[in-house]
């Protein structure tokens, strides 16, 4: 052993990093067996291993590097991941459970500290934010049982994004004002300085983001791009004396819209945050615990168990006092106990923070009893958050049944999406509207399919599509979505493209428009008439200005009895998808019929949604909303074959209307499923499988208004 002492601590910076990684490897092996969460493991992992443990490694400038990043990661993310919507719709209920899940705690431990503790009134203030916050550290078991939408779980999110933010803010003051002749003139200035930093972030970070998100789709820039924010703007907080971490949360706030939470980018940005930053913070933390302090007395089980308690008994009295505010059932209150008891990443992130603020030289205002107090009741709140949200879940299934109902529809959902793809420039957007339509809790693969005309040139344009289809496929797999390819050869492309939809057991296609109209003047193209005159199934045509992420409105035009046609429910469902994760509004126009059943399916179904209804007499109408659509608008067409319910001779007169009208604006024009299981291959007198763009009605018309001029 003294042998071995002599290559301790490891000072090799590739042997460190490799002790570091397998940490984060084996911890939440170990941990996952002793079902204690991952963040945990990586804590006791840095105590093992620091020079208060084993001395294995030296906490060395990597730390202190990939610590920061980590910490300014954990409250990036944060602001990212907040349901917005969710807030605003419920701001009442969010409000008052929020003030009292951060203030009940925050009193009863400011309290404790002051009198039984006797610690500094700063000190007790910071013990109080800390306990104030919470981490939502049991969501995991919420979306294994399909509880995302429970009442008290919404709740509990919202309440804990507004007492995390609350807690950062008094943080922020605190930090602030430490050390400073504290007056009337220093708060007035240092409020004047934050509300002008959080107007420029609000100002500037949207503007620079659409541009930068229109001109550019490269995956490594983007993910550059959204670093460089979240580091410039923790760096603009310090600079006006507020912590970095308040600057990175408000900057994931204001990114939070522009980052959809199934899109590859996010995928990219959790996966490193969550593979290597944040577990370097935590094991770095870890090293700053000095474990013999935990064995000095009774003085430290004492303090464990104050902070444990009165911080956990403020949560409990927060919840079960709203739940019987709001009339809701005992296993609501269980829940919103549960979730909002924990307390992980955002403790330590603020248990640093008073690392730092020293009080007199080398005495420093967090002491290491404070921060091993805190890491104990860390280990202790997850334990008791994760039984009792797992309990709480368990009770609101059995008196709900929901976690049936929502597997019985699962399985009866045949969703599988076909992506017809030709052309580069447009086959990545065809690719995210996809990840934005499809159900992530069915998490089906996505076909591409990309039909090459069988002529002279057929081995080359294979050739073509078959890099095209990979490159496509690298981007499905960075959001970990898994996708079939086709390349197929066919002397009739309409065809190809049907006889591959009956073949990989698709649902529905998803295709751009043609671009190039100097080769084909005409609205639809060569086989888009033959495609959705012979196929029965949903049809989505796109065609895109600018990024999907960039929309903040979506316009969707119902023809009157569209709500007796079989795919009703389906493209309603799949707008209301995309509309959801770009988090942006989205106005119908219609007949009161339609507009009521759409009401009703959103409110049930997606009460996140920022749905507006608009009466639409006749649709005539459709060349007076043009006036109406900006570049950041989608305009969707929900049109309906010949011989269909909802079909009206207006339809006629789509294609020049869009191409008189909606020159140069994102457009999207849905056919919906019509004839339910009827074979696509079936052909009647009475439903012929091709239509010309333009009839002998049209040219009449046009002749006559001609004359009359």
Known sequence: MLILSTYFPITSPTLIFFVVLLIILLAPIIMGKLRIPHIIGMVLAGVLIGEHGLNILTRDSSFELFGKVGL???MFLAGLEMDLESVKKNSRRFLLFGLLTCLIPLILTYVMAMWLLDYSSTASFLLGCIMASNTLIAYPIISRYGLQRDSSVMLSVGSS???????????????????????????????????????????IIPKVTRYFLRRYSDAIMQFIYVLSVMFLSAACSEAIGVE????????????????????????????????????????????????????????????????????????AVAAYLSSLLFRLPKAAGHMMFGLTCAHAAGAIAMVMVGMRLEVSPGIYLVNNEMLNGVVIMIL??????????????????????????????????????????????????????????????LNRELVALNVVYDD??????????????????????????????????????ANGIKHAFRESGTSEIIMGMHVHTEINPKF?????????????RQIVLTRFVQ??????????????????????????????????NLDCRIQFHGRHESMDLIRAYITNHHPSVRAEYTFMAHWNELPRLAENVSEDHMFVVITARKGTISYKNALDRLPNELMQ??????????????????????????????????SIYDAILQWINKHKK
Request: with cysteine; proline share 3%.
């Open 524 to 536: 639809w193209g060569d086989f888009i008439q033959s495609l959705y005159n012979g196929l029965n």
């Open 380 to 441: 202790i709140t997850c334990i008791i958050s994760t039984m009792m949200t797992e309990h709480a879940s368990k009770q609101i299934i059995l008196r709900g049944d929901r976690l049936d109902e929502s597997n019985e529809k699962n399985k009866t959902d045949d969703e599988k999406i076909l992506l017809c793809v030709k052309y580069p420039e447009i086959a990545p957007q065809l690719l995210e509207l996809a990840l934005m339509m499809r159900n992530v809790k």
């Open 161 to 203: 994004m507004l007492s995390l933010f609350m807690a950062l803010l008094m943080l922020a003051a605190l930090a602030a004002a430490y050390g400073e002749d504290v007056g009337i003139g220093f708060w007035l200035l240092f409020l004047l300085k934050f509300i002008l930093f959080c107007v420029g972030c609000i100002w």
């Open 456 to 493: 002279n040139n057929a081995a080359k344009h294979r050739e073509e599509g078959l890099r095209l289809l990979e490159r496509l496929q690298q981007r499905a797999s960075s959001a970990d979505v898994t996708m079939q390819t086709q390349v197929r050869l066919a002397t009739n492309i």
């Open 72 to 74: 300014l990661y954990i």
């Open 661 to 694: 009208h909606f020159a140069g604006k994102n457009l999207m024009i849905i056919f919906p499923d019509q004839y339910g299981t009827q074979k696509e291959e079936s052909m009647t007198f009475t439903a012929a499988q091709h239509q010309e763009e333009n």
């Open 547 to 580: 990024p999907l992420n960039t929309l903040r409105l979506i316009q969707v035009v119902v023809p009157s009895r569209a709500e007796f046609e079989p795919g009703f429910h389906r493209w309603l469902e799949r707008i209301s998808r995309m509309a959801g």
């Open 244 to 315: 970095g971490i308040v600057g990175a949360f408000i900057s994931g706030l204001i990114l939070n819209r522009y980052i959809p939470h199934v899109s590859p980018l996010m995928n990219r940005i959790e996966f490193i945050g969550n593979a290597l930053f944040i577990p370097y913070f935590l094991i770095g933390v870890g090293m700053l615990i000095n474990v013999g302090t935990l064995f000095e007395g009774k003085r430290m089980l004492a303090v464990v168990a104050l902070i444990a308690f009165f911080g956990t008994f403020g949560k």
